[in-house]
C-alpha cells in the first residue's frame, strides 16, 4: 500500500537535479543560501513522503542550488555514480519515469483491485520513523483500510528499505550539522573581519589625526621651543641643585639656573603681564634661595677646614675654592651682605694661618747660628783686637766677598723648612735668613694673591690689594722685624749690601710674577737696609779717620807693616793691612753693585771711603822716609788695591779702576 501511495503522488515529469559535484542530498549551507530557510520538516497532517517523485518541493530548499550559484558545475557527473532519483526509486519501489510519463495504469493483478487512498492516518505521539518501524502485525491505524493481502516478504523488503533511508538520513542529519558548524564559524569569521575592518579604518583614521597634531605640535615647537628652552629648568638640574654633592656638575647646574634666571628678568621687564613668567619666577627664587644656602654651607666647611691642625692651606684653596670659584660670585651676585661676610671670614682665616706658621719660621731662623761682624771688624781697627775676636769663628772673613755672591747667582727654588733651621748646626751669614724668610714670604704672597684674585673675581683690582694687604699685614710685620734684627747690630757692609740685592731680586720677580701686594713690603725692606748701609760705610770711614789722625808715633810705625818683621826697611814699603781690608772691601762691594745705577746711595759712599783711605795711605806714607820711598809706598798699597779689583765688572769697577790707574801713573812718575 505505501507503494501505491508513493506512486499515487510522484510527479512524472521530475527533472534530475543539476550536475556540479558528487551528489549529496545535505543541504549546502554557504552564505548566499543561508537566507533560504532551513529544511522543511515534515508535516505531521500530510501523508506525502515521496522522494522517488521529480518534485523539487519534496528536497529542502537549500538543497536547490540557484542558477547563479558560485560553485563551478561539472557537465556530467561521475561515472561510477548512479543518479540519486533512481536510487530513491529503487528503494521506494516508485514505478519507472516512463511508465508515469505515458499515463498506462497497471495492469498486473493486484491492480485490478480499486485502490483507496487513505486522507488521514492517525500517527498518534509517534513519529514518522517510529510509526513506519511498528511491527506489521498491528493494525497502522483504526481508520486506515489496508489490503491484508499483501504478503510478508514484502513487509520486510520495505522495511530493510526503510533501513537504508534511514543511515542516509543520519548521513544527511551529520552533514547538516558539520554544515551549520561551518556555517556558525564562517559567520563568526566574518563578524570578525567586518569588526577588524572597522578597527583598522578607526586607527588609519586615528593615526591620520595624530599624523596632523604631531605636525602642529612640530611647528609649534619651532616657534615656542627656543622660548621655552631659554627660561625652562630641568628636573635633573632642580634635583641636582637641592640634593647633589657640590662638584662640578653642581657648578654647571648652578650656571645653568643663573643664565635663566638672568633670561626671565629679562623677559619679564620686557613683557609685563605674561602668565607663564609670573608662575616661574617664583619657583627659581626658591630655587636661587636653595643655592645660596647650599654654598655658604659649603665655604664655611672650608673655613673651617683651614683652621685645622696640620692642614695644608693651598691643597683645600686648590681643591676647594679655586675648583668652585663659581659659588663665590654667585652669592655675590643674589646676596651681597652674606658674600661680604663670608668674605671677611675667609680674611681673618687666612691671616691667622699665615701669621701662626710665619711665626714659627720666625722663631726657627732665629736659631741659625751667625757669624758675628760687629765694630771689632771695621777697616780702621787694630788687627791684634781683631786676631783675638776671630779666635770663635775662625772661617769668618768680613772684608772678602768670597762664594757669598753664589747666593744672588744660583736661584733658590724654595726656603729652608723650619725643620732644617732648629737642627742646622752651621755658620750663616746674614743673607741667610733674610733670603729664606723674604722667599717664603713671596712664594706664599703670590699663591695667596692668585687665589684671591680668582676667588674674589667680582672684586675690583684695589679692593683684591687690600684684601691681600690685611691677610699678610701681620706677616710682612714680622719680615721688617727680623730685618731689623738682623742688621741692627752688625757691621756687616757686603751682608746688609746683599740683602738689597737680594730684595731687589725679589722686586723683579714679584712684578714678573704680578704681585703688587709685595711692592710695599719690599719697598719697606729697602727703607731699613739702605740707611743702615751707609750708617756702616760711615764707620769704616770713621775707623780709616781715626788711623790717620793718630799722633802715637809707635803705634803708627807698628802698623805699616803687612808681614810685619824686624827690618824697619823692608816693612816701611810693604802694603798696609788695612790696604788688604781695603781691597777685599772694594772687590766686594765693586762685584755687588756691577749692575748698580748712578743714583744708587753706594756710590756715594764708596767714593767717600775711597778718598778717606787715599787720605790714610797719604799721611802713611810721611813716616816710610823720603819722597821716592813714600812713592814707593804708595805704589805698592794702589798697586795691590787695582789688583784685587782687576776681575770685577760694571760702570762702578771701571769707574774705580780707572781712578786707581791714574793713582799709580802719578806715583810712578814721581
Request: proline letters at 5%; aromatic letters at 6%.
Amino acid at each position: 500500500m505505501l507503494r501505491d501511495r508513493f506512486s499515487a503522488h510522484s510527479t512524472p515529469s521530475a527533472s534530475p537535479p543539476p550536475h556540479g559535484r558528487t551528489f549529496s542530498p545535505a543541504p549546502r549551507t554557504s552564505s548566499r543560501l543561508a537566507n533560504q530557510g532551513q529544511r522543511p520538516g515534515f508535516s505531521r497532517q500530510s501523508s506525502t513522503f515521496s522522494l522517488a517523485s521529480g518534485s523539487n518541493t519534496s528536497l529542502p530548499a537549500t538543497a536547490r542550488i540557484a542558477t547563479n550559484s558560485p560553485l563551478k558545475q561539472s557537465k556530467e557527473p561521475p561515472p561510477d555514480v548512479p543518479d540519486p532519483l533512481k536510487v530513491l526509486r529503487s528503494i521506494l519501489g516508485a514505478p519507472s519515469s516512463a511508465a508515469a510519463s505515458s499515463g498506462e495504469t497497471l495492469n498486473n493483478d493486484d491492480t485490478a483491485k480499486e485502490l483507496r487512498f487513505v486522507d488521514d492516518i492517525d500517527f498518534g505521539d509517534l513519529s514518522l520513523e517510529d510509526f513506519a518501524s511498528q511491527p506489521l502485525e498491528q493494525p497502522i491505524s483504526q481508520s486506515s483500510h489496508i489490503n491484508s493481502t499483501e504478503t510478508i516478504p514484502q513487509c520486510e523488503s520495505d522495511k530493510e528499505e526503510r533501513e537504508r533511508y534511514k543511515g542516509f538520513h543520519s548521513s544527511i542529519t551529520a552533514c547538516d550539522d558539520v554544515l551549520q558548524s561551518v556555517e556558525t564559524n564562517l559567520s563568526n569569521f566574518q563578524a570578525e573581519l567586518g569588526a577588524v575592518s572597522a578597527e583598522i579604518e578607526n586607527l588609519q583614521s586615528r593615526s591620520i589625526q595624530l599624523n596632523a597634531r604631531l605636525e602642529n605640535r612640530r611647528n609649534v615647537e619651532k616657534l615656542l621651543g627656543p622660548a621655552v628652552e631659554e627660561i625652562s629648568i630641568s628636573p635633573g638640574t632642580v634635583r641636582t641643585i637641592s640634593e647633589g654633592p657640590i662638584d662640578e656638575d653642581w657648578v654647571r647646574a648652578l650656571c645653568e639656573l643663573e643664565i635663566r634666571s638672568n633670561t626671565l628678568e629679562k623677559k619679564g621687564a620686557k613683557e609685563h603681564e605674561v602668565r607663564a613668567l609670573e608662575d616661574l619666577k617664583p619657583l627659581l627664587d626658591d630655587l636661587k634661595a636653595k643655592a645660596v644656602e647650599r654654598i655658604r654651607d659649603f665655604v664655611v666647611a672650608q673655613i673651617k677646614a683651614l683652621r685645622s691642625p696640620g692642614i695644608n692651606a693651598q691643597v683645600v684653596q686648590q681643591s676647594a675654592f679655586l675648583k668652585h670659584k663659581e659659588l663665590y660670585a654667585f652669592l655675590w651676585r643674589q646676596h651681597p651682605t652674606l658674600a661680604s661676610e663670608i668674605g671677611q671670614a675667609y680674611v681673618n682665616t687666612m691671616k691667622w694661618y699665615y701669621t701662626n706658621h710665619f711665626t714659627r719660621y720666625h722663631a726657627a731662623l732665629e736659631k741659625l747660628q751667625l757669624y758675628a761682624i760687629d765694630g771689632q771688624d771695621l777697616l780702621g781697627t787694630d788687627p791684634t783686637a781683631q786676631k783675638k775676636a776671630q779666635t770663635s769663628t775662625a772661617n769668618r772673613d768680613p772684608y772678602g766677598l768670597g762664594h757669598r755672591a753664589d747666593i744672588l747667582r744660583t736661584e733658590a727654588s724654595s726656603a729652608i723648612t723650619s725643620y732644617l733651621a732648629e737642627g742646622s748646626k752651621m755658620l750663616h751669614y746674614i743673607e741667610t735668613p733674610f733670603q729664606n724668610f723674604n722667599l717664603a714670604i713671596l712664594d706664599n704672597a703670590s699663591a695667596e694673591y692668585s687665589v684671591v684674585t680668582e676667588f674674589f673675581s667680582t672684586k675690583s683690582f684695589h679692593e683684591v690689594n687690600r684684601i691681600a694687604t690685611e691677610i699678610f699685614d701681620s706677616v710682612f710685620t714680622l719680615g721688617r722685624a727680623l730685618t731689623k734684627q738682623l742688621v741692627e747690630q752688625t757691621t756687616d757692609c757686603l751682608g746688609i749690601l746683599l740683602c738689597i740685592r737680594l730684595n731687589q731680586h725679589f722686586a723683579f720677580e714679584a712684578q714678573r710674577r704680578k704681585v703688587p701686594v709685595a711692592e710695599s713690603y719690599i719697598n719697606g725692606t729697602n727703607m731699613i737696609l739702605w740707611p743702615r748701609l751707609q750708617q756702616i760705610m760711615d764707620l769704616h770711614s770713621d775707623s780709616l779717620k781715626k788711623v790717620a789722625s793718630s799722633t802715637n808715633r809707635t803705634t803708627a810705625n807698628a802698623a805699616l807693616s803687612l808681614v810685619g818683621g824686624s827690618d824697619a826697611s823692608k816693612t816701611s814699603l810693604a802694603p798696609h793691612t788695612i790696604t788688604q781690608r781695603f781691597g777685599q772691601f772694594l772687590q766686594g762691594m765693586l762685584d755687588l753693585s756691577s749692575e748698580a745705577g748712578d743714583d744708587e746711595p753706594v756710590t756715594h759712599s764708596l767714593a767717600r771711603l775711597v778718598g778717606d783711605y787715599e787720605s790714610l795711605m797719604n799721611k802713611l806714607s810721611r813716616n816710610a822716609g823720603d819722597s821716592r820711598k813714600r812713592d814707593r809706598y804708595l805704589f805698592n798699597n794702589y798697586s795691590l788695591i787695582l789688583t784685587i779689583i782687576s776681575d770685577t765688572k760694571g760702570k762702578l769697577a771701571g769707574e774705580q779702576k780707572s781712578h786707581f790707574e791714574k793713582i799709580l801713573k802719578n806715583a810712578k812718575g814721581k
